[in-house]
């Protein structure tokens, strides 16, 4: 008896067609890139801020809407994934005083869930791309856009959670191994004491002022932040406030720490 045998047979492509793929697989490739050029030239994309380019529907979902971001606002927006968890824990809230309000990242989510957001910030150029920002999200009559220092315009406010994003002097935070508070600008987010001629100088930090306003404050602070001295700012006020550490996290990667002091689930 023949027994039967199974054969197969493998095609190798010719030479003259891994030629051809080759090419194909090439002019792909410069078509693909010849579309990225395109479309950061018309993002005005510096070649400081390419690496954020590439993470623009992580930083807004609806970029393609029509999104405008500055070069400070490339790399300094939150993320939408934190920006929308940080504000779902106020969902409900009724002012929020989102303090630096960059391009609008987290003035927006606080928006679509709140009740009213007010947003401050120093840079008018940023302001007119955050208010254009929230048009794309439909949350513009939500919030009340502020063009000034934080420090001179908090007397004047009043709300029931303040957000705090300072700026943490441009991506060169990373090379930090402990960012400690008083490295936050434009001012130090710790209490300072100066002494002179055997006198204190009470300097009043960021942290201060925000709690002249309320005591629930949200920092959003570098991933290499000293957490023990954030959380110091906790037991040094009077009384000392309930506080809750986040990691804030982007496809796995450590993005930001988020400092809940006070009321951390308040719905008004
Ligand atoms: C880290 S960014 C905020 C980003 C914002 N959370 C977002 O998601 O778009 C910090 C912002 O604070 C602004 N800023 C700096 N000093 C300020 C001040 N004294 N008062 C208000 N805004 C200030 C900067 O212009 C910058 O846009």
């Given at each position: 008896?023949?027994?039967?045998?199974?054969?197969s047979?493998?095609?190798?492509?010719?030479?003259?067609?891994?030629?051809?793929?080759?090419?194909?697989?090439?002019?792909?490739?410069?078509?693909k890139?010849?579309?990225?050029?395109?479309?950061?030239?018309?993002?005005?994309?510096?070649?400081?801020?390419?690496k954020?380019?590439?993470?623009?529907?992580?930083?807004?979902?609806?970029?393609?809407?029509?999104?405008?971001?500055?070069?400070?606002?490339?790399?300094?927006?939150?993320?939408?994934?934190?920006?929308?968890?940080?504000?779902?824990?106020?969902?409900?809230?009724?002012?929020?005083?989102?303090?630096?309000s960059?391009?609008?990242?987290?003035?927006?989510?606080f928006?679509?869930?709140?009740?009213?957001?007010?947003?401050?910030?120093?840079?008018?150029k940023k302001?007119?791309?955050?208010?254009?920002?929230?048009?794309i999200?439909?949350?513009?009559?939500?919030?009340?856009?502020?063009?000034?220092?934080?420090?001179?315009?908090?007397?004047?406010?009043?709300?029931?959670?303040?957000?705090?994003?300072?700026?943490?002097?441009?991506?060169?935070?990373?090379?930090?191994e402990?960012?400690?508070?008083?490295?936050?600008?434009?001012?130090?987010?710790?209490?300072?004491?100066?002494?002179?001629?055997?006198?204190?100088?009470?300097v009043?930090?960021?942290?201060?002022?925000?709690?002249?306003i309320?005591?629930?404050?949200?920092?959003f602070?570098?991933?290499?932040v000293?957490?023990?001295?954030?959380?110091?700012?906790?037991?040094?006020?009077?009384?000392?406030?309930?506080?809750?550490?986040?990691?804030n996290?982007?496809h796995?990667?450590?993005?930001?720490?988020?400092?809940?002091?006070?009321?951390?689930?308040?719905?008004?």
């Amino acid at each position: 008896m023949v027994a039967a045998r199974a054969s197969s047979v493998v095609l190798q492509p010719t030479r003259k067609q891994r030629k051809l793929l080759k090419r194909k697989a090439k002019v792909r490739e410069k078509r693909k890139s010849m579309k990225e050029k395109k479309l950061k030239e018309k993002s005005n994309v510096t070649p400081l801020v390419t690496k954020y380019w590439f993470q623009r529907y992580d930083l807004f979902s609806k970029y393609d809407v029509g999104i405008k971001l500055d070069e400070e606002g490339w790399f300094s927006v939150t993320p939408e994934e934190i920006a929308s968890s940080q504000a779902r824990r106020f969902a409900g809230a009724g002012v929020v005083i989102d303090a630096f309000s960059g391009v609008g990242g987290n003035a927006i989510q606080f928006a679509k869930v709140c009740h009213h957001v007010v947003a401050v910030e120093i840079d008018p150029k940023k302001v007119a791309l955050a208010s254009h920002n929230a048009k794309i999200y439909g949350v513009q009559d939500k919030i009340d856009f502020v063009v000034g220092d934080f420090f001179q315009v908090a007397p004047f406010l009043k709300g029931d959670v303040v957000f705090l994003s300072p700026p943490w002097g441009g991506p060169s935070y990373k090379a930090k191994e402990n960012f400690t508070l008083d490295l936050l600008k434009p001012k130090d987010g710790y209490a300072m004491m100066i002494v002179v001629f055997d006198q204190f100088l009470h300097v009043h930090s960021l942290f201060q002022v925000a709690q002249a306003i309320t005591p629930n404050i949200v920092m959003f602070l570098p991933r290499n932040v000293d957490v023990l001295q954030a959380s110091e700012l906790s037991w040094l006020s009077s009384p000392p406030l309930d506080i809750e550490v986040e990691e804030n996290l982007v496809h796995g990667r450590l993005k930001g720490i988020t400092v809940y002091f006070g009321d951390s689930k308040l719905c008004l």
